[in-house]
């Protein structure tokens, strides 16, 4: 009998910590219930614009969209093509990054062209482009990353730095019909 008597003892605190324990987490999802969760009163509270399923293409698009429409007119020749080769590269950048167009617009500096006399757009007989590329770029900028229109501090900088391309790389533009 003293055996059990001493079982019930040794029992009794971790009975009364599991107590204690649940009536914490009832009292945290209590309060937890209490904060708003529909996107306005979520994104006031994150300092981030919401986003819904029927806007998000024109979030993500809209630096990115600018940038294939620059590419869409040089190869239409109906506009400039001075910084076709970056745009291009960006456009590449941006495509294997998917997340990058939806945030904060970019800057490109340190651009050098192993022959900066060369001619950098080509038109070809077969109504494509090609684009001579630069053989180095010295930094892309996304700087004060934060997702566009948001309210909220930004998250930082994403520095691309001393980038090198292969001797003689070149990108070629095909219009559609």
């Known amino acids: ?12 605190i971790p009975v009364i910590a599991t107590a204690i324990g649940l009536s914490l987490i009832s ?3 209590f309060a937890e219930s ?9 994104a006031k509270r994150v300092g981030m614009t919401a986003i819904y399923d029927e806007g998000m293409s024109e979030v993500v698009a809209q630096g990115f ?7 869409m ?6 506009g400039p093509n001075d910084q076709a ?12 990054i998917p997340f990058l167009p939806a945030f904060s617009g970019y800057t490109i500096s340190g651009v050098e062209y192993d022959d900066p006399e060369a001619e950098r757009v080509i038109f070809n007989a077969d109504a494509t482009v090609t684009l001579i590329l630069p053989d180095r770029i010295g930094e892309i900028a996304y700087r004060n990353f934060k997702a566009r229109d948001s309210s909220g501090a930004a998250m930082g ?4 730095d001393e980038i090198r391309l ?3 790389s070149t990108l070629k533009l095909i219009g559609t019909d």
């Open 27 to 29: 009292i945290s999802a």
């Open 1 to 12: 009998m003293d055996a059990l008597l001493n079982g019930l003892k040794t029992l009794r």
């Open 73 to 78: 007119e040089v190869v239409e020749q109906t």
């Open 65 to 71: 969209q600018d940038d294939v429409d620059y590419l």
């Open 157 to 160: 900088d994403i520095v691309f």
């Open 34 to 42: 209490k904060i708003p969760t529909d996107p306005e009163s979520l």
């Open 166 to 168: 292969l001797e003689n």
């Open 85 to 96: 080769p970056e745009i291009a590269l960006m456009t590449v950048l941006q495509t294997a």
